[in-house]
C-alpha cells in the first residue's frame, strides 16, 4: 500500500526533522488562509477576545503579568489598527481607544479556538492540520493568535510536544534556540506556568552585561509570511514578534516523550508552590493563566504522571544506586548557593504529604546592590552566531536528507542594551532570593536527581 504524501509529511516532520524547517506556500487551500482582519470582525461580530497590551517604548521583557488586559471584538481591533475612530461616539463603545495606537501594541493570543469559537465550526473546520498527515486534526485542535505590529511573545521555551505553526496573514518574526542553548538563555520559572520555561534575556535588547553568557547562544531566524508553516521541534526555545497585523493559528503536537516531562513539570509545580505558599501575593509569582495548587493536588499529580510514566522511561532515568558526585554531596543540594539566594539558613521542602507548612524566609531582607555588576564600556556586543531557518516547498521538504543546521549568515549586528537601571541592581533581595532559589530548586540538574530517588521509591514500594 502506498504512502500518501501528507503521511510522508508527518512522518519526516516528527521523525526526521530535527531544527526547525519552514514549508512556504503550503496552506492555500485552506479556507482559514483567506482570513483577514476584516473578515474575522465581520464574520464573529460581538464575540469578544481579552486582549494583552503592551507598551511599545519598553525596553526591558515586559512579562505577561505586567501588561494591561482589555476585553473587545475584532471588529474594535481592526478599527483601533486602523484608526478609524471618527467620533466621540465610537470612541465610548470601543474600549481598545484608550490606549494609543502609536505608544502600544495589542495582542489577542493563547486563544483556544475550541473554546473561543466553540458555536462556529465555520471557523474551527477553516484550519486543516490533515494536509500535514495529522487526521481530523483542525481548529478544535488549534490556538488562535491575533496581534498587531510589535506585540510579542518573551522568549520561552515549550516542555510539552512539539509545535506546527501557520501564518494565515501578515509577517512575523521568530528567533529560535536549539535545546542545548538553555544554560546561555538564563531559564527562569518565575513567572510561573506549567509546561512554559521562560528566559530572563530580552532578545530585542539584549544586555550583555546582566547576561554575558548570552553571547554564546546560536539563534535560528526566520520570518514568517502568509501561507508559511514552520515547525518548531519538542525543547527549541523561540521568541516571536509580530512585524505586521498578524492572524497565526498554531497545534502542539503531543510525543510520548511528554510523560518524561510530565513528571517533571509535575515536581516543579510541587516546588514553586509549596514555597509561595497561601500568601496574598502569590499571584506576582504565577503567569495570568497559571492557578496555585495545594500540596494535595500537586502530589496528587506527581503520583499520576508516575503511573503514567512509560516503562522505557523508567528504564532510561532510573538507576538502582545513585552515586554521589564527586564532592561526596547528594545531587539535590549540589548547585545551589545560599549566599546567591540570600538564604543563611538550610531550606528543605517536604514533598511527603505530611502536615508540614510551607517555607517562609523568617527575617525580612534588607535592600540589596549587586556591586559585581560593573558596566563595562569596552564590552563588544557586535557578534553572534545567527542561522536563516530553511525555507523550501513541500515537495523539496519531502525530498531533502536530514540537515545538520541552517543556511550561515555568519556573525550579525545586534542592537546594544538599554542604559535603563538593571533590575537585578535595583531590586531587593526578597524578591532576587526567592527567584533565586526557585530557578537553582527546579534546575534540570535537580529535578533529575529527585525524578531518579522519586522512581527509585515507587519501584520499591511496587515490589513490596
Not at 515549550?158 to 538553555?182: H, M
Not at 523508567?314 to 558526585?325: C, F, L, M, R, S
Not at 517555607?359 to 560593573?374: G, H, I, N, R, Y
Not at 564590552?379 to 525555507?391: G, H, N, T
Request: some cysteine; hydrophobic content about 35%; charged content about 25%.
Amino acid at each position: 500500500m502506498s504512502i500518501s504524501m501528507q503521511e510522508r509529511t508527518r512522518t519526516k516532520l516528527l521523525q526526521d526533522t530535527k531544527e526547525p524547517i519552514v514549508i512556504c506556500n503550503a496552506i492555500r487551500d485552506w479556507p482559514a488562509f483567506h482570513w483577514t482582519p476584516s473578515l474575522l470582525g465581520d464574520l464573529l461580530g460581538d464575540l469578544k477576545l481579552k486582549f494583552r497590551i503592551g507598551s511599545t517604548a519598553e525596553s526591558k521583557v515586559l512579562w505577561e503579568a505586567d501588561c494591561q488586559y482589555c476585553e473587545a471584538t475584532i471588529a474594535d481591533f481592526v478599527q483601533w489598527g486602523g484608526r478609524d475612530v471618527q467620533s466621540q461616539e465610537d470612541k465610548t463603545f470601543n474600549p481598545l481607544t484608550k490606549f494609543d495606537h502609536n505608544q502600544t501594541w495589542c495582542y489577542g493570543d493563547y486563544k483556544y479556538m475550541a473554546e473561543v469559537f466553540k458555536e462556529r465550526q465555520d471557523i474551527t473546520q477553516a484550519v486543516q492540520w490533515g494536509s500535514f498527515g495529522f487526521k481530523n486534526k483542525d481548529g478544535v485542535d488549534s490556538t488562535f493568535w491575533l496581534g498587531s505590529r510589535g506585540s510579542y511573545t518573551p522568549c520561552h521555551q515549550d516542555t510539552y510536544g512539539c509545535n506546527i505553526v501557520a501564518q494565515i496573514y501578515g509577517r512575523k518574526r521568530w528567533v529560535l534556540f536549539p535545546p542545548e542553548n538553555s544554560p546561555f538563555l538564563y531559564p527562569a520559572r518565575i513567572p510561573y506556568e506549567e509546561s512554559s520555561i521562560f528566559s530572563q534575556v530580552n532578545i530585542k535588547y539584549p544586555d550583555f552585561r546582566q547576561h554575558p553568557n548570552f553571547k554564546k547562544a546560536t539563534s535560528y531566524e526566520v520570518t514568517l509570511n502568509a501561507g508559511d508553516v514552520l515547525f518548531v521541534p519538542k525543547h527549541w526555545w523561540h521568541f516571536v514578534e509580530c512585524l505586521d497585523t498578524c492572524i497565526t493559528v498554531n497545534m502542539w503536537i503531543d510525543l510520548e516523550s511528554d510523560g518524561v516531562d510530565r513528571l517533571s513539570e509535575s515536581m516543579v509545580r510541587a516546588i514553586v508552590c509549596g514555597l509561595i505558599g497561601e500568601s496574598e501575593e502569590k499571584e506576582k509569582w504565577l503567569n495570568p493563566t497559571e492557578k496555585w495548587t495545594s500540596i494535595e493536588t500537586n502530589l496528587m499529580y506527581i503520583n499520576q504522571s508516575l503511573k503514567s510514566l512509560p516503562e522505557k522511561y523508567v528504564k532510561e532515568i532510573y538507576t538502582e544506586d545513585e552515586p554521589a558526585n564527586s564532592e561526596g554531596s547528594h545531587p539535590l543540594t549540589t548547585g545551589i548557593n545560599p549566599l546567591k539566594t540570600g538564604i543563611k539558613r538550610s531550606i528543605s521542602v517536604r514533598m511527603d504529604g505530611s502536615n508540614g507548612k510551607s517555607a517562609k524566609l523568617e527575617k525580612p531582607m534588607e535592600q540589596f546592590t549587586d556591586k559585581s555588576e560593573v558596566k563595562d564600556k569596552n564590552i563588544d556586543y557586535s557578534m553572534m552566531a545567527v542561522f536563516e531557518v530553511r525555507k523550501l516547498d513541500l515537495q523539496t521538504f519531502l525530498g531533502q536528507e536530514s540537515s545538520s543546521h541552517g543556511i550561515g549568515l555568519g556573525n550579525i549586528e545586534v542592537l546594544t542594551p538599554s542604559d535603563t537601571e538593571s533590575d537585578v541592581g535595583g531590586g531587593k533581595l526578597n524578591d532576587i532570593g526567592f527567584h533565586e532559589l526557585i530557578n537553582a530548586l527546579t534546575s534540570p540538574k535537580v529535578i533529575d536527581a529527585v525524578k531518579k530517588e522519586l522512581i527509585s521509591k515507587n519501584r520499591a514500594v511496587t515490589k513490596n
